[in-house]
């Protein structure tokens, strides 16, 4: 069980991405009455700009379907903060059908993993300074449980396209990026782990329409009723991010608060995280420099 006492935050900066609304909204609220400064990431600039102005942050915008766009938010955030003491990943989406962006990737795998993959590199230097430490925080979700990785085909180009199938995969590539980060970084002021926030009204199927129609039609409106709030589905997030100590749970993931034995082998296979991180980097355009101890990526 991750510690439940929530820290001061003054004097800390926190990147928060999907911030515009839902559990990124939230804790942008949550770090902003803990004194943190807030970049508030998101993709529209209505909703975006008004959770800012809500908190006495900064707006950034991003399209994670432009990894482009990443890089230009990379650089954005770093010619803006001296420091980054917390980088939560929480934005995330998922689709009916199969899209692909303009970089040539499957968008739910780019959306939910090659972006954050390669925000977090681009910004590992300026949290390794960090004078505190610096913690990345990934939103995860339950249905990697069930979920499969296909290294040969990450842009899920063969067979039928099934949304959940290529959603858990995508979230099983949380897990896995978490637990190899936490390994390249061992040494580091740096630690990470990920979360799955509970069943949460959220966004994240705005780009559904189908499923869209359901959660605001009768029976989406009685089964948000039943789903936890925004505030409390960030609260796992703002546990992590504060904990007293970090390095208890570096690499680790919990299921709201509770943390969990992963129930997934492909989630506990060293050597196939090792390959996915290097798949993404070519991916992404990264080089695979992150320091670690007996990196063999």
């Known amino acids: 069980m991750v510690n439940s006492a929530v820290r001061d935050s003054r004097g800390t900066t926190v990147v928060i991405t999907g911030a515009s609304a839902g559990i990124g909204a939230a804790a942008a609220r949550r ?75 499957e968008m739910t795998f780019q959306v939910n993993h090659l972006a954050p993959f390669l925000l977090t590199n681009l910004l590992l230097d300026r949290l390794a300074a960090s ?29 039928r396209y099934r949304t959940l199938r290529v959603y858990g995969a995508s979230k ?24 799955h926030p509970g069943s949460v009204a959220t966004e994240v199927t705005r780009d559904n329409a189908w499923q869209r129609a359901i959660m605001n039609g009768p029976l ?15 609260e796992p997030l703002l546990q992590l991010a504060t904990t007293a100590d970090p390095h208890s749970v570096n690499g680790a993931y919990f299921h709201r608060l509770a943390r969990e034995d992963l129930k997934n082998a492909q989630a506990s ?18 080089t695979t420099r992150v320091p670690a101890r007996d990196d063999h990526a």
């Open 172 to 195: 099983l590539a949380t897990i896995m990026f978490t637990r190899e980060l936490a390994r390249r970084t061992q040494g580091t002021a740096v630690t990470t782990s990920a979360f």
């Open 220 to 234: 989406g409106k009685a089964a948000k009723a039943m789903m936890l709030t925004p505030e409390q589905g960030a």
């Open 269 to 286: 296979d060293t050597d196939l995280a090792r390959r996915l991180w290097q798949r993404s980097a070519e991916l992404t355009g990264m």
């Open 31 to 105: 770090f902003a009455e803990l004194g943190a400064t807030v970049a508030v990431v998101g993709r529209s600039p209505e909703k975006t700009a008004a959770i800012a102005a809500e908190v006495g942050g900064r707006m950034h915008l991003v399209d994670y379907g432009s990894l482009d766009d990443v890089r230009r938010l990379a650089a954005d955030l770093l010619a803006t903060y001296e420091r980054i003491d917390i980088l939560a990943n929480n934005a995330g989406a998922m689709f009916a059908s199969r899209k692909v962006s303009v970089d040539g990737h």
């Open 131 to 159: 004078p505190d430490g610096a913690r990345v925080v990934n939103t995860g979700s339950t249905v990697y449980r069930k979920a499969h990785l296909d290294l040969n085909d990450l842009d899920s180009s063969r067979g």
